[in-house]
């Protein structure tokens, strides 16, 4: 049922929807077009709102961008991937496969969404790279729609920014009704565990049933994506050519000086912060091991080189989502979509209408820590009128941030890029990824407020 399911989404996504720049742009035009027709603001207002919020995303920008590039280079230091290629000889068949990445995926998630998007990515590499060599067909898109598909629990885990944001002292939640809200109370509570738990069994239990029937077209991977280690050792022939500088950059020490002065740092930093994983971590800890690991400066530099390819997009795209997230604050657009979420809403419904209020403005808001400080004052004193646990609402808006990135291709960006694919030709499988998971977030909430 899965499978024919998905062939119509499949067909329907590559005939018609447009890839990430063109609905960037799309975007755009339809929040201005809102923003002038459901708030007050006058033209002028609509365009100095974006205009001015096209940096807002800068700084994280960066540090996505770095995301991509260390990991990538990290993944292709020749220890890494030597392990990587014998994790990827796990899975005995396509079907397996398929629910392996999206395990690996969903796994790196919840740790860290930065992360879940880099490894899924290059764990779909590097299995197609195994199943190329056995000579077994295996379905390239499904496979990195599978690892985009674990995605989808990456705000349930320790890295969820709502709650986080909740619980810190100075986030959103500090002023509100109620004051700061414990971890314990929404990313590790009993019924988020188990939403988790049930949303990844499902998530794999449906890539590996969209498995193509024996005799099925079979689109393999790219030739492209699998690039060896670059070698930078000299040979015995031209050994005597190379000048003092030429041996300093192949010496082994120069990278690894710096590994374990960085390396240091980070173990300071968990004996005073805890396994407190922030993007600056993630990537200090990347650079970190690719420093320890990496051969020599030369080889290091021109894997830099080969991973910067995949970044030009992603620097592109990001400054037009900050523009619709400015656009969005300044005119009061999200107030105004928010409050009629919250005019329909019951007791018992407040968390569903909450999810639902969250996974639209996702669409023009994809930034999970930028969506929750705009939504969480308005749910916030919706749930204290209504008598609804806080809990409710903030994980209500942390599901329905992660939820529509399964069709929002803003956070497909990067691992789109290591895996050398376009957002059409996942989408269609990520699609029923957002059906089932839905339906997964949806029935949670409302027992929770049937409770």
């Given at each position: 049922?899965?499978?024919?399911?998905?062939?119509?989404?499949?067909?329907?996504?590559?005939?018609?929807?447009?890839?990430?720049?063109?609905?960037a742009?799309?975007?755009?035009?339809?929040?201005?077009?809102m923003?002038?027709?459901?708030?007050?603001?006058?033209?002028?207002?609509?365009?100095?709102?974006?205009?001015?919020?096209?940096?807002?995303?800068?700084?994280?920008?960066?540090?996505?961008?770095?995301?991509?590039?260390?990991?990538y280079?990290?993944?292709?230091?020749?220890?890494?991937?030597?392990?990587?290629?014998?994790v990827?000889?796990?899975?005995?068949?396509p079907?397996?496969?398929?629910?392996?990445?999206?395990?690996?995926?969903g796994?790196?998630?919840?740790?860290?969404?930065?992360?879940?998007?880099?490894?899924?990515?290059?764990?779909?590499?590097?299995?197609a790279?195994?199943?190329?060599?056995?000579?077994?067909?295996?379905?390239?898109?499904?496979?990195?729609?599978?690892?985009?598909?674990?995605?989808?629990?990456?705000?349930?885990?320790?890295?969820?920014?709502?709650?986080?944001?909740?619980?810190?002292?100075?986030?959103?939640?500090?002023?509100?009704?109620?004051?700061?809200?414990?971890?314990?109370?929404?990313?590790?509570?009993?019924?988020?565990?188990?939403?988790?738990?049930?949303?990844?069994?499902?998530?794999?239990?449906?890539?590996?049933?969209?498995?193509?029937?024996?005799?099925?077209?079979?689109?393999?991977?790219?030739?492209?994506v699998?690039?060896?280690?670059?070698?930078?050792?000299?040979?015995?022939?031209?050994?005597?050519e190379?000048?003092?500088?030429?041996?300093?950059?192949?010496?082994?020490?120069?990278?690894?000086?710096?590994?374990?002065?960085?390396?240091?740092?980070?173990?300071?930093?968990?004996?005073?912060?805890?396994?407190?994983?922030?993007?600056?971590?993630?990537?200090?800890?990347?650079?970190?091991?690719?420093?320890?690991l990496?051969?020599?400066?030369?080889?290091?530099?021109?894997?830099?080189?080969?991973?910067?390819?995949?970044?030009?997009?992603?620097?592109?795209?990001?400054?037009?989502?900050?523009g619709?997230?400015?656009?969005?604050?300044?005119?009061?657009?999200v107030?105004?979509?928010?409050?009629?979420?919250?005019?329909i809403?019951?007791?018992?419904?407040?968390?569903?209408?909450?999810?639902?209020?969250?996974?639209?403005?996702?669409?023009?808001v994809?930034?999970?820590?930028?969506?929750?400080?705009?939504?969480?004052?308005?749910?916030?004193?919706?749930?204290?009128?209504?008598?609804?646990?806080?809990?409710?609402?903030?994980?209500?808006?942390?599901?329905?941030?992660?939820?529509?990135?399964?069709?929002?291709?803003?956070?497909?960006?990067?691992?789109?890029?290591?895996?050398?694919?376009?957002?059409?030709?996942?989408?269609?499988?990520?699609?029923?990824?957002?059906?089932?998971s839905?339906?997964?977030?949806?029935?949670t909430?409302?027992?929770?407020?049937?409770?």
């Amino acid at each position: 049922m899965l499978s024919t399911l998905s062939r119509p989404l499949s067909r329907f996504v590559e005939r018609y929807i447009p890839g990430p720049m063109v609905l960037a742009v799309l975007l755009t035009i339809i929040t201005m077009i809102m923003a002038l027709v459901l708030t007050p603001a006058s033209p002028r207002e609509v365009i100095m709102g974006w205009g001015d919020g096209l940096i807002g995303l800068l700084a994280f920008m960066t540090q996505v961008s770095l995301v991509l590039l260390l990991g990538y280079t990290l993944a292709n230091t020749r220890p890494v991937h030597r392990l990587l290629v014998r994790v990827a000889s796990v899975p005995r068949s396509p079907r397996q496969a398929y629910g392996f990445v999206a395990l690996i995926g969903g796994l790196a998630s919840l740790i860290s969404f930065g992360l879940g998007l880099i490894v899924a990515g290059v764990m779909a590499v590097e299995v197609a790279r195994v199943f190329r060599e056995r000579r077994e067909p295996l379905h390239y898109p499904l496979l990195v729609a599978s690892g985009y598909s674990g995605f989808v629990v990456w705000h349930m885990g320790y890295s969820g920014s709502g709650p986080l944001n909740a619980a810190t002292e100075g986030g959103a939640y500090t002023d509100l009704p109620g004051g700061l809200v414990a971890i314990t109370e929404t990313t590790f509570s009993s019924w988020n565990i188990i939403a988790t738990i049930v949303t990844l069994v499902v998530v794999i239990g449906s890539m590996m049933l969209l498995a193509p029937r024996a005799g099925e077209t079979v689109t393999v991977a790219p030739e492209a994506v699998f690039e060896e280690p670059i070698d930078t050792d000299p040979t015995p022939e031209d050994h005597e050519e190379h000048t003092p500088a030429d041996r300093i950059e192949r010496l082994r020490a120069v990278p690894l000086i710096m590994g374990v002065l960085l390396g240091t740092y980070l173990v300071l930093y968990f004996m005073d912060n805890g396994f407190n994983l922030t993007l600056d971590i993630v990537n200090w800890t990347f650079l970190a091991l690719i420093l320890l690991l990496v051969g020599n400066a030369r080889e290091l530099a021109g894997l830099v080189a080969r991973g910067g390819r995949a970044v030009g997009e992603v620097l592109l795209q990001y400054p037009l989502y900050a523009g619709i997230i400015g656009m969005m604050g300044a005119t009061g657009l999200v107030e105004k979509i928010s409050q009629w979420f919250i005019d329909i809403s019951s007791a018992g419904t407040l968390g569903l209408l909450t999810f639902l209020s969250a996974g639209l403005l996702n669409m023009f808001v994809p930034s999970g820590g930028g969506q929750f400080e705009l939504m969480a004052p308005l749910f916030a004193g919706a749930a204290e009128a209504q008598g609804v646990d806080q809990s409710v609402v903030i994980m209500a808006i942390a599901y329905g941030d992660q939820w529509t990135n399964m069709i929002q291709p803003f956070w497909a960006i990067p691992m789109l890029a290591v895996a050398g694919l376009k957002v059409r030709d996942i989408l269609g499988y990520t699609l029923v990824t957002l059906i089932l998971s839905g339906i997964v977030f949806a029935g949670t909430l409302l027992i929770l407020g049937a409770g």
